[in-house]
C-alpha cells in the first residue's frame, strides 16, 4: 500500500515570497489533516479536511495561508506572503474517517520550509 | 482542553539498556492516548495506543506503555533498546478533541 506522498521535500524562499505544498494520501482515506511542526515542538493541527469539507481550520492564520482539497483526494497547502516564523516541517497526515477518536493517522515524509 | 508535556527533550542511553519516556496529558474528559515514533527522514508512524480496557498495552517491537489515570501519564518503556531504536518520540492525546495533540517530542539517542 502507497503512503502519504508529499512534495517538495525541501523549500527554501525569503520572506514576503510565496509557496505550496502538496500531499496525495493514501488512497480511500477520507480524512486529511496539515499540520506545522516548528523545530523543537510537537505538531500543530492547522486544518482538517473530511472528503472535500473543512472539519477545522481553527489554527490556521487565514490571513496568509490557504487550503484546498478539490475532489476529496489530493490537497496542497499555500503560504502568501511567507514569515521568517514560518519556517517549519509541514507534515500532511490521512486517516480512513469515520473511526473516532483513536482513529491512526497516517504521515508523509513532510516539507521542509526554510524562509529567510 | 487538551494538553501533553513531555518533560524530557533528550533521552542518551546505552544499547541494551532500558529506557522510560516520560508522558503526561491533561483533559477534562476521558481520553485515548497514543505513542508516534519518527525515525530519521521518515515520517511520524504509530507506535501504540490506548483507548480502553487494559492499562498496559504493547507494540510489535518491545515498548510498552502504562495508562495510569490517577497520575494522568502514560509513560513508554522498553528493558533493552537496541541502535535501531534512535529516533524522534511523540505522546498525543485525543478527549475532547477528536484530533489528536502532541507533545513536543523526546529524541532517544541510542549509544552502542
Known amino acids: 500500500e502507497a503512503g502519504v506522498a508529499q512534495s517538495p521535500r525541501y523549500k527554501i524562499i525569503e520572506k514576503r515570497q510565496s509557496v505550496a505544498f502538496w500531499c496525495n494520501p493514501i488512497s480511500g482515506h477520507a480524512t486529511l489533516y496539515w499540520y506545522q511542526q516548528i523545530l523543537g515542538q510537537g505538531p500543530k493541527l492547522l486544518i482538517q479536511f473530511q472528503n472535500n469539507g473543512v472539519v477545522d481550520d481553527s489554527q490556521l492564520p487565514k490571513d496568509r495561508f490557504s487550503a484546498e482539497r478539490l475532489k476529496g483526494v489530493d490537497s496542497t497547502l499555500k503560504i502568501q506572503p511567507a514569515k521568517l516564523e514560518d519556517s517549519a516541517v509541514y507534515l500532511c497526515a490521512s486517516s480512513p474517517g469515520g473511526q473516532g477518536k483513536g482513529e491512526k493517522l497516517f504521515f508523509g515524509s513532510g516539507t521542509q520550509l526554510s524562509v529567510l | 482542553a487538551q494538553s501533553v508535556t513531555q518533560l524530557d527533550s533528550q533521552v542518551p542511553v546505552f544499547e541494551e539498556a532500558p529506557v522510560e519516556l516520560r508522558c503526561n496529558y491533561s483533559?477534562?474528559?476521558?481520553?485515548?492516548l497514543f505513542w508516534y515514533v519518527q525515525y530519521p527522514n521518515q515520517g511520524l508512524q504509530l507506535l501504540l495506543k490506548y483507548l480502553s480496557g487494559s492499562t498496559l498495552v504493547e507494540s510489535i517491537n518491545g515498548f510498552e506503555a502504562e495508562f495510569n489515570k490517577s497520575q494522568t501519564s502514560f509513560h513508554l518503556r522498553k528493558p533493552s533498546v537496541h541502535i535501531s531504536d534512535t529516533a524522534e518520540y511523540f505522546c498525543a492525546v485525543s478527549g475532547g478533541s477528536y484530533i489528536p495533540t502532541f507533545g513536543r517530542g523526546t529524541s532517544l539517542i541510542v549509544h552502542p
Open positions: 483533559s477534562s474528559v476521558s481520553v485515548y
